[in-house]
């Protein structure tokens, strides 16, 4: 295959005894360092070798401008802004949002030669006669938006002047101030001979720089496009050059340089769908490998269509292949290091003036801090966590670790006020502090040394900026700045341009051609972007005075989408399957759709979904009872056995291991918003309180007034301490507090009720009974142990309560058959009333009783006793007497139960639930 760039050193030497002279333009560096390559080896002579630029920098050198930086050109626009903006002007947090949308409008603008004195007046002319031009009388809000949109061009030639006396610029102005020094350049050049190399989309400004160029002579222009796209009036690969080969003059005498057959030659393209990013960066793995296996790396390059796929699919290159050239940079948003600042930066913007506890433990679990803290990070969370804090003081956090290492202080400054320099003086602390760590193993760690080298680098330009601009004054502008730096700047990567394995992105493919293509993320809204339309110029405006639109855009993927393919023999398309995944991307791409409906008769097209190999493990869902665990079940059956156990066995048997055996409970975490059960405890809690007093007393109904009047004093008693002194006066909580109220007050209008009608005499409150059980066959101690919320006597008949803050229904505490209390979870709640009452019992032997639940959800339904009914029906018999018969038929399923858990040969078998 002999490549665009090796044809076109070819042609010139051919037909240039003399190339000392000759500059070559290239829409890219990089293609400039391909093309030097390709000189070099077909240059046999000795002599002065030709130049080779990119576009910008020629386009910079006959300007006799500066192509100045984002953040500078925002600065400057700020400056601009504050001129003319008198009256109440925005903070520069603010402005940015808008400033760098208006950049690029101005930088749009220049670029395609718009008249400004014509769009300014244009754009305010169309706002006002969108929005209210009718309205007689405007509004302060409609007078300052028009006033916007009038006072553009302001912005715009102001702020032109000030870059000018600086000597620097944005491209577009920098193209412009080109134009004009044009022809100076030429008379200062007239030996220079200009080759322009594989160019495709030009704005207006580079149109007009090449037309002057070649129609003063000594200019070539070489095109690559094909004649399958150029002839084909529909196929938007050919769009510009068809246009630019139409509308220059240039071309009405002059045949272009060159067109060619390539598309059409043999060969083989491999459409592969793969589910998720990281799928496709493995199958390139497992590609790379067997490619690696067949033939040489040399003529294969991987185009990441998603250049945020790079670090995975580094990760993925095969050992074997040593020669690996990465021509993109790695973005620094990509590095784990930035996210460690973004959580730091963060921390300190959502300072109020407390932090929150997420934004504290997100800092301290990063793999970062976890190096500089140790043990010190755990005590943290954990202190947290266990107190329930939910707004962190500075200050507070270095009394909750006794291990204080010198980042502690770094990471959570004791101020309660912090600036952009005194954060940045930080970020620099902590950089060393890591640098300490990484050091001591520098072959480990050296990818990290690097991150670490330029996070440095990138802390000094914000350390300048905050020094010599006073816009920089709080810490959102601050974090502001750094994200708009870690999107631009990048890792570059060392290594040998021209050998071995290429791994590049899309613009960096432009002008060089491989026999082996491995393209990722053919997805559409990445190949191509798709529509995006982040201006302030509408788009029939932009079309009206043709400046680039998304349609251009995508025409420009097209093209070198389809350049990529043009002289490739192998081609692998891979795409994500995973809509829902490609977060920037949909449906596999159009390309795909044309290139599977317009096949050429060469082209051997072969389409596969391919997915990763799965080895299934099986988790082990049944748990053998072997000799340790049988000891250990006989010490927790000493300690004793409490309902809320055995009906957690009840569900799921591996459950009751992994909770009762083996003390596995859930992570506490920190409650923001007020859980279920800690509402359970706190109604529990104070009604506890209310009634413990009255215990063998009869309650009167002047006595539940009283607790009507006081209750919520206990209920807010109980909030402090239950709720650790977590806020709950505002948002959900405040709710999750009136329904506590609600309840209490609701159930206690139930008991004045009660209390009315009969005589209610309080046994115990939150009694606490311990039974030990007998069962035959076993002689380990067994003990039945629990906390019974209440035990009343009404009208004399003794009552054994239950209190649920959830949702219970007369079904889940009405039985058939006795299996079943054992045998089905529903019922959990009739053996739990019924174990109460057998341990009270066991203690205080009674005739007869009720056991039953008052449910807070369904409080009108009042007192739920378990009770047997005679059959499955409406006008079933119950029996909701508790008598010696009834616990003994509870015993026999207690008995046959704990024997069941006790018993060595029956596992711990999972239940589907």
């Known amino acids: 295959m002999k490549s665009f760039l090796k044809e076109v050193v070819s042609n010139i030497l051919e037909t240039h005894e003399n190339v000392e002279n000759i500059t070559f333009i290239l829409p890219s560096k990089r ?267 040399k003529n294969t390059v991987v185009v990441l269509g998603d250049e945020s796929l790079l670090s995975p699919v580094l990760n993925e290159v095969p050992e074997q292949i040593q020669q690996v050239n990465i021509t993109m940079g790695l973005p620094l948003s990509e590095v784990p290091l930035a996210t460690l600042f973004s959580l730091y930066f963060q921390l300190y913007v959502h300072q109020k003036p407390t932090w929150y506890f997420k934004d504290v433990i997100n800092l301290l679990t990063h793999n970062c801090s976890r190096q500089l803290l140790g043990n010190a990070a755990n005590n943290i969370i954990q202190h947290i966590q266990a107190n329930n804090k939910i707004q962190i003081s500075p200050g507070q956090i270095q009394l909750w670790t006794e291990e204080t290492p010198d980042a502690l202080q770094y990471l959570f400054r004791e101020q309660t006020q912090v600036g952009p320099l005194e954060l940045l003086d930080n970020c620099f602390n902590i950089i060393a502090s890591l640098k300490s760590f990484y050091e001591e193993d520098k072959q480990l760690y050296r990818l990290e040394l690097e991150y670490l080298y330029r996070f440095y680098n990138l802390f000094n330009q914000l350390l300048d900026y905050c020094r010599s601009s006073t816009y920089i004054n709080n810490i959102k502008t601050l974090y502001g700045i750094y994200k708009e730096l870690i999107s631009t700047e990048t890792l570059d990567f060392q290594g040998e341009p021209l050998d071995g394995l290429q791994i590049m992105g899309m613009l960096e493919s432009r002008n060089l051609d491989f026999e082996t293509v491995i393209l990722t993320s053919v997805n559409e809204g990445i190949l191509p972007s798709g529509k995006s339309n982040n201006s302030f110029i509408p788009f029939d405006i932009k079309t009206l005075l043709e400046m680039p639109t998304y349609k251009e855009k995508d025409a420009v993927y097209t093209y070198h989408f389809y350049r990529l393919l043009q002289r490739a023999k192998n081609i692998y398309l891979l795409y994500n399957t995973e809509i829902a995944d490609a977060l920037k991307g949909g449906e596999k791409s159009r390309f795909i759709m044309q290139l599977e409906t317009e096949p050429m008769p060469k082209h051997h097209i072969s389409h596969s979904i391919a997915s990763p190999n799965i080895h299934l493990y099986t988790q082990e869902k049944c748990i053998a009872k072997d000799a340790a665990l049988v000891e250990r079940l006989k010490e927790i059956a000493g300690k004793g056995f409490s309902p809320s156990s055995l009906t957690n066995y009840v569900r799921n048997p591996l459950d009751f291991y992994l909770q009762s055996v083996l003390g596995i409970n859930q992570q506490e975490e920190v409650e923001e918003t007020i859980a279920a059960n800690t509402l359970g405890t706190i109604i529990h809690n104070t009604l506890e309180n209310l009634y413990k007093p009255f215990e063998n007393k009869f309650v009167t109904t002047d006595d539940i007034k009283a607790f009507q009047k006081n209750f919520e004093v206990e209920l807010i008693n109980q909030f402090k301490e239950v709720y650790k002194g977590a806020e709950y006066s505002k948002g959900k909580n405040l709710l999750i507090y009136n329904v506590a109220k609600a309840y209490v007050k609701r159930f206690l209008e139930h008991e004045e009720e009660l209390v009315s009608n009969h005589t209610l005499k309080i046994i115990t409150i939150e009694g606490n009974y311990r039974v030990p059980i007998h069962i035959d066959g076993i002689h380990t101690p067994i003990i039945l142990k629990g906390k019974v919320d209440r035990v009343d006597e009404v009208d004399g008949q003794l009552r054994i309560v239950d209190y649920k803050s959830g949702r219970v229904e007369n079904k889940h505490v009405e039985i058939i058959d006795w299996g079943e209390i054992i045998d089905e979870y529903t019922y959990s709640k009739a053996f739990q009333v019924l174990a109460y009452a057998y341990m009270r019992y066991d203690k205080v032997p009674f005739t007869s009783a009720t056991a039953g639940i008052i449910s807070f959800k369904n409080l009108q339904a009042g007192f739920l006793p378990f009770c047997i009914k005679d059959k499955r029906a409406a006008r079933a018999k119950k029996d909701s007497m508790i008598t010696q018969e009834t616990l003994k038929a509870f015993e026999i399923q207690l008995h046959n139960l704990i024997r069941e858990i006790m018993n060595p040969e029956i596992p711990f078998e999972e239940k589907e639930i």
């Open 31 to 297: 293609a400039g360092v391909f093309l030097k390559d390709a000189f070099l080896k077909q240059f046999k002579k000795t002599g002065f070798a030709p130049q080779f630029v990119s576009i910008e920098s020629f386009i910079e050198n006959i300007s006799g401008l500066k192509y100045a930086n984002n953040i500078q050109l925002l600065f400057e626009l700020y400056t601009t802004y504050l001129s003319i903006e008198k009256n109440e002007p925005e903070d520069f947090y603010s402005f940015s949002k808008w400033g760098q949308i208006l950049l690029q409008d101005f930088n749009e603008i220049d670029r395609y030669l718009v008249q400004p004195d014509t769009i300014f007046p244009y754009l305010a002319s169309i706002k006002e006669l969108n929005h209210w031009s009718l309205e007689e009388e405007k509004t302060e809000l409609q007078k300052n938006y028009i006033k916007f949109w009038n006072g553009l061009g302001d912005y715009y030639f102001k702020f032109k002047e000030i870059l000018s006396k600086q000597g620097i610029g944005y491209q577009g102005m920098i193209y412009k101030e080109a134009i004009e020094n044009l022809e100076h350049y030429l008379t200062s050049n007239t030996q220079t001979q200009h080759i322009f190399v594989g160019f495709n989309a030009l704005n207006k400004a580079e149109e007009k720089i090449i037309q002057e160029l070649l129609e003063h002579g000594n200019t070539k222009i070489f095109w690559d496009i094909d004649h399958q796209f150029l002839s084909d009036k529909e196929h938007d690969a050919g769009l510009f050059i068809r246009k630019h080969l139409n509308s220059w003059k240039y071309f009405k005498t002059h045949t272009p340089n060159w067109i060619y057959n390539e598309f059409e030659n043999e060969k083989n393209i491999h459409l592969v769908g793969i589910p998720k990013n990281v799928g496709q960066a493995k199958y390139v793995g497992n590609l790379l490998s067997d490619l690696n296996i067949q033939t040489s790396l």
